[in-house]
């Protein structure tokens, strides 16, 4: 009876272990789900009744209109306002955010600006103007409380563009910036295209293209054909057309031609005619913005990567963020490396131990 007393002992212990590990496994498991309850928890927020749902009214120089919002998640230090591209694009290009976005607990904004589908979509072209969609974004977030303690700007083609236009005049109230594939400078990026990209494409696709540019028949099925199948597939989204991914589709069948063609152009191959974006330039101005700033680009960009690099050293806190196997829409063909790294750079940013690695 005796010899039994080590085994009593170390078997009372064994127990107790096993006891303690459960109990601390479980406290971990009881504040993972309370952390994530919370994250979702709209109770006594404004925009509980539409499930993070805001219209905003926007005042404008043509009157009040109102701009579509949806809060994801809760997270008072991280918030990320997602500014789409187009111009006249929507929201729904980013939806691929909801699979890597919630488990970081990093809470985001979906936007349409102002013309966009969600939004009202007034017929006044003036209002298509760069100026006035800064002010929009700042109007945006004063009313979903975004300040410089949490406010992270991600900008995407031509939301980069209103992203940095927005940051060299409202940088104060930004806790960090991302450019996302847009360059710094239009003509550098129609140059690029001109002498770098359309060079790419076999030459008698690329003969057949510019007969349509040169008639100026932008509308032409043929032309459209074109531009998808050899362009798009190559530059814009790296997969064939019928594998494009939903949130693609609709965000095209939704896209507003008006603010599109006004501020982009009617030509799917660069910005011709007289686009109000046309000679849009701030490569002189960039170095101003000393906020945290993440610059991605990718190596079949429609946007040179060089440049997107370049922008990273030119800000005087920036890093780069390169997508080897990405283009234009990176979030979806190379989304491994994309959200690693832009995830890092939020995380980094909020941990105070961001550099310009």
């Known amino acids: 009876m005796k010899n039994l007393v080590p085994f009593l002992v170390i078997f009372t212990m064994l127990i107790q272990s096993c006891t303690n590990t459960n109990n601390e496994e479980k406290v971990i498991v009881e504040k993972v789900q309370k952390e994530t309850t919370n994250y979702f928890d709209y109770t006594n927020r404004d925009d509980q009744f539409m499930g993070g749902i805001k219209m905003i009214p926007i005042t404008t120089p043509k009157g009040t209109f109102k701009v579509w919002t949806k809060r994801v998640g809760s997270n008072p230090k991280i918030k990320v306002l997602l500014l789409h591209g187009g111009p006249g694009m929507t929201h729904e290009i980013y939806e691929c955010f909801d699979g890597f976005f919630p488990q970081e607990g990093i809470e985001y904004y979906y936007y349409d600006q102002l013309g966009s589908y969600y939004s009202d979509q007034p017929k006044d072209k003036s209002l298509w103007d760069l100026d006035r969609f800064v002010e929009e974004v700042e109007q945006v977030r004063i009313a979903l409380g975004l300040n410089k303690d949490n406010f992270y700007l991600y900008g995407q083609s031509w939301g980069g563009i209103l992203g ?10 930004l ?6 594939n847009m360059v710094a400078s239009i003509p550098e990026y129609q140059k690029y295209s001109d002498e770098v990209l359309a060079p790419q494409l076999d030459p008698e696709v690329l003969k057949e293209i510019m007969s349509y540019e040169d008639k100026e028949d932008y509308s032409n099925e043929r032309y459209l054909d074109l531009i998808v199948q050899h362009y798009y597939t190559k530059h814009i989204i790296r997969m064939p057309v019928d ?4 949130p693609i589709n609709r965000g095209f069948k939704h896209l507003n031609p008006d603010v599109y063609v006004t501020m982009q152009g009617p030509s799917e191959f660069g910005i011709k005619g007289d686009a109000t974006l046309k000679n849009w330039d701030v490569k002189d101005q960039l170095s101003q913005i000393t906020v945290p700033t993440l610059a991605i680009g990718a190596t079949y960009d429609t946007m040179d990567p060089k440049e997107m690099e370049w922008i990273a050293n030119e800000v005087q ?3 780069y963020l390169h997508c080897p196997n ?10 491994k490396n994309f959200f690693n790294g832009l995830i890092k750079f939020i995380k980094d940013v909020d941990n105070g131990t961001f550099d310009n690695k």
């Open 317 to 319: 806190n920036g890093r």
């Open 326 to 335: 990405g283009s234009h829409l990176s979030q979806f063909d190379d989304q």
């Open 243 to 246: 594998q494009w991914p939903d």
């Open 164 to 173: 940095m236009q927005y940051a060299l005049k409202y940088q104060k109230n």
């Open 175 to 180: 806790k960090g910036l991302v450019i996302s």
